[in-house]
């Protein structure tokens, strides 16, 4: 079966703009959570989609929007992007809510943003 | 705060041997500990998942064992492969999020 999808692999954002990721999960996957690694922090946790919802968000500003739709494919959105926000954003997928504590995540390549 | 750490950052050894990576976490209640890799320029792909409630978990040549009470967790890969070069990261679940840790860089020698 299709693994987790992303989408555009890389792109190249200057400060001020504001760029959208999509992540299509795993077909029967309802859960979507996404990541950020960069070298300095690592990988940082920054929200989870569940059924439309967004259950559970990491220490990020409100710049760092998502959404889920009722095929369960994400989008995340950051807005007045700051050189800082470069990085390799991941997101996974996986049957159930992260907080059930037994779900194998699967996770997408990745979008490589960079910000000039 | 749950806090994730991995040691060593980086370790080279010849092929065929076996190695240990250890990931530690400073709070204890979580309800799960997975490890996985990730090569270069790529995502991560899951490798095993402890639960809360398990002491280890086996996959083909890789065992994870979790100690929740000293607040570690151990990968051991036998008989190492030029293949399982990559970086290794524990996550920990933790209060509805994972952790993760920095990771171990790991280079097997032909």
């Known amino acids: 079966k299709a693994g987790v999808t992303q989408t555009p692999r890389y792109l190249i954002k200057t400060r001020g703009q504001q760029v959208t990721l999509s992540c299509s999960p795993i077909s029967g996957h309802r859960s979507v959570s996404w990541y950020q690694q960069t070298p300095g922090q690592g990988l940082q946790f920054l929200f989870e989609y569940f059924s439309e919802t967004q259950r559970n968000k990491g220490n990020f500003p409100g710049r760092f929007s998502g959404r889920q739709f009722s095929n369960s494919r994400s989008e995340m959105n950051v807005s007045t992007l700051e050189l800082g926000d470069s990085a390799l954003y991941l997101c996974a997928s996986s049957q159930g809510q992260l907080s059930s504590g037994a779900n194998v995540l699967t996770f997408g390549a990745g979008s490589r943003l960079t910000v000039l | 705060k749950q806090e994730v750490t991995q040691i060593p950052a980086a370790l080279s050894v010849p092929e065929g041997e076996n190695l240990v990576l250890n990931c530690s976490f400073t709070d204890s209640a979580i309800y799960n500990l997975q490890w996985f890799r990730q090569d270069p320029g790529k995502g991560l792909t899951s490798l095993l998942l402890?639960?809360?409630s398990q002491r280890e978990q086996t996959s083909g040549r890789l065992n994870a064992s979790l100690d929740k009470s000293s607040g570690r967790s151990t990968l051991y890969i036998a008989a190492s492969q030029p293949g399982d070069s990559a970086t290794y990261l524990c996550a920990a679940h933790s209060n509805y999020q994972l952790i993760w840790g920095a990771g171990t860089k790991l280079i097997i020698k032909p």
């Open positions: 402890i639960q809360s």
